[in-house]
């Protein structure tokens, strides 16, 4: 089970976009694609047959998932994540500082 899932919020802890908060768009292994976080221009040719158009394209680069923490809204913070299982043997994601569950 993955610290960080899709649709999590996260606070960038380094990296030239530090301190800036928001949502995992994408998981990719250790890295994972944030919105509106580590915007690179790339500059694309014309492809005519996939009707796409050439020039500077924006988007969102991967970034490591160590330069991110989940953001708690309780305390306003990023912050670690630990597990619990539970008696059933499902697994939880709880914040380290106070144990309570993450969006379970």
Known sequence: MNRIKKG??????AGKDKGKKGDVVRVLGDKVVV???NIIKRHT?????????G???EREAPIHISNVMLFNPAT???ERIGFKVLENGRKLRVFRSSGEAVDA
């Open 55 to 57: 020039g500077v394209i």
């Open 8 to 13: 999590d919020q996260v606070i960038v802890t």
């Open 35 to 37: 919105s509106n976080i």
């Open 45 to 53: 040719k014309p492809n005519p047959q996939a009707n796409q158009p």
């Open 76 to 78: 306003g913070k990023g």
